[in-house]
């Protein structure tokens, strides 16, 4: 049996953030280019969907899953 996906509640201190943005403030990431590439290759998903959209507005309880770490978007 595995481990279901641990999660962390990531405060934006808002009501959303641009998927981009959200990479790099939630240490998903270092550098734009490197959320460019991620994206680019279909490697972020937002809610269990792969999404290539850098500029796509997150919303309270997205939740954005790269590389085996799951992050959720909290106010």
Do not use: C, W, Y
Request: charged content about 30%; hydrophobic content about 35%; glycine content about 14%.
């Amino acid at each position: 049996m595995t481990n279901p996906t641990q999660i962390t509640d990531v405060p934006i201190g808002g009501e959303g953030i641009r998927l981009g943005q959200f990479l790099k403030f939630a240490g998903l990431l270092d550098s734009g280019g490197d959320v460019k590439a991620a994206i680019a290759d279909g490697a972020v998903r937002v809610n269990g969907e792969i999404d290539r959209r850098r500029g796509r507005q997150l919303q309270l309880d997205d939740v954005v899953s790269l590389e085996g770490r799951s992050v959720r978007v909290r106010p």
